[in-house]
């Protein structure tokens, strides 16, 4: 039986296995993802993965800046913080005027896909108030935005916020510059007004100036912050989702995951199935007969629709989901597992233990068990990817756990947001790349192991 087979025998018969050695490869690369992920990827991003807030600052659908190497000329993402800025101060009858300048070098074919200003003050009960200007490469400039701060609480205010392009303050400021323009003449796309050529569907190029100007009333007023967000069209190795989520930490994220999901699923099924199986067989008679009824009413049933309800009922955990995979995982393994015990059950060192008095139990784990671990593994890499895929269904049904970045749940995100349609090929096309590739590596590992170890996969 393929049980005789060492280790070492079943490592040389591997490594002669061209499908096992590429699996193995893709293992190995799905290892160095996840260690990867572990130590350079901050956790904060896995924890926050849907808290919008924390994605605030990147660019909303973008796709990868390495399409730009393709001649794409699309603009990149910028974001430039109080650091960056050149700052300067006055003061006039009381009123200080502090001014934080940003120079942006516009240099893509493209309008940047959306903008926001950014800004903390901390002042007393007299509101300040924040003006925005930009000043074009033309030489033209607009007031973008005026607005005063809100009132104080408690006679002191900490106050952070952000103005996005799609503010109505915007879109009411620039109203007063349409007429130079003839080409972009809608004040609610401020983006496109404020860096197309005048009379030319087309970017204007060159340095732009945003001036972010504060005016204080108190002695103890101060401008804590600030900063301009360009949203790139472009953005990272992955790009970005509808949420501004880095896909590509979402990926990376999402591989220790599929493997935890994977091999925990796999080896807890087998390893009950070997259990009841070999009990069913080593025992007969009625034992055996009870124990595989239970099995075959395990197997009839339909496991995606009860997957469905129990997540929708008990709860859509990553452990629930793990537990629910397992229920109905082991149900496979418990037939093979039996009619191989039916088998070794027969042998003389079986025989020789019964009549020296062993208990039953001894016997299948000492004795029969032991033999049927090189199958155990083969059948641990080959369930591997049907866990992997039960995971990736549920999530893709909006059942899975949407607090943890799992490649089926970007593919039920991308779904939802009409990903497809809108042509935001990178949101779909890498995570169901990485299902298919994780799948086929622990395929291919495991029918070579089973290649091996199985006497059926020998005789045929």
């Known amino acids: 039986m393929s049980a005789a087979l060492s280790g070492s025998e079943i490592a040389r018969e591997f490594r002669r296995s061209k499908s096992g050695l590429l699996g193995a490869a893709i293992l190995a690369g799905l290892l160095v993802m996840t260690v990867y992920s572990v130590v350079a990827i901050p956790l904060e991003s896995f924890r926050q993965w849907n808290n919008p807030n924390f994605w605030i600052d990147q660019p909303k659908s973008a796709a990868p800046a390495w399409t730009n190497l393709f001649g794409a000329g699309l603009p990149e993402h910028v974001a430039m913080r109080m650091g960056d800025a050149q700052v300067s101060e006055s003061s006039e009858d009381g009123v200080r005027t502090v001014s934080h300048s940003y120079a942006v070098d516009v240099n893509f074919d493209a309008y940047p896909s959306d903008f926001m200003f950014l800004y903390s003050a901390r002042y007393g009960e007299t509101q300040p108030a924040l003006q925005v200007d930009v000043e074009r490469p033309d030489g033209r400039g607009f007031r973008v935005y005026f607005s005063s701060l809100p009132p104080a609480q408690e006679g002191q205010n900490d106050f952070s916020s952000r103005v996005f392009s799609t503010d109505s303050a915007i879109a009411e400021s620039l109203r007063d510059y349409v007429e130079e323009f003839s080409y972009e003449r809608d004040p609610a796309r401020p983006e496109a007004m404020i860096f197309s050529d005048s009379g030319e569907n087309r970017v204007l190029k060159g340095t732009y100036v945003f001036k972010e100007t504060f005016y204080l009333f108190e002695q103890g007023d101060s401008v804590t ?227 091996i170890v199985n006497p059926r996969s020998k005789r045929m």
Do not use: C
């Open 225 to 451: 912050d600030s900063g301009i967000i360009l949203g790139g069209r472009v953005y990272g190795l992955m790009g970005t989702d509808e949420l501004r989520r880095d896909l590509a930490s979402g990926i990376l994220w999402a591989a220790p995951v599929a493997l935890f999901i994977g091999l925990t699923v796999s080896i807890a099924s087998i390893l009950i199935g070997l259990v009841y199986g070999v009990a069913a067989g080593y025992k007969g008679s009625r034992t055996d007969e009870g124990l595989m009824r239970i099995n075959d009413i395990f197997y009839s049933l339909p496991t995606l629709p009860l997957l469905v309800i129990l997540s929708v009922t008990v709860g859509r955990s990553i452990f629930l989901i793990t537990g629910f995979l397992v229920i109905f995982g082991w149900v496979g393994m418990a037939k093979i597992s039996r009619s191989l015990a039916l088998q070794i059950k027969n042998l003389q060192y079986v025989e020789a233990a019964k009549l020296m008095g062993q208990s039953d139990t001894k016997i299948i784990f000492r004795h029969i068990i032991p033999q049927l671990l090189p199958l155990t593994f083969a059948s641990i890499a080959i369930a591997v990817p049907g866990a992997i895929l039960g995971e990736a269904a549920l999530s893709f049904l909006g059942l899975g756990d949407p607090s943890v970045p799992t490649w089926g749940q970007m593919l039920h995100d991308a779904n939802s947001s009409g990903a497809a349609v809108r042509g935001l090929w990178w949101w779909i096309i890498p995570p169901g790349v990485m299902i298919a590739v994780t799948g086929l590596a622990f395929a291919l590992v495991g029918n070579a192991l089973d290649a």
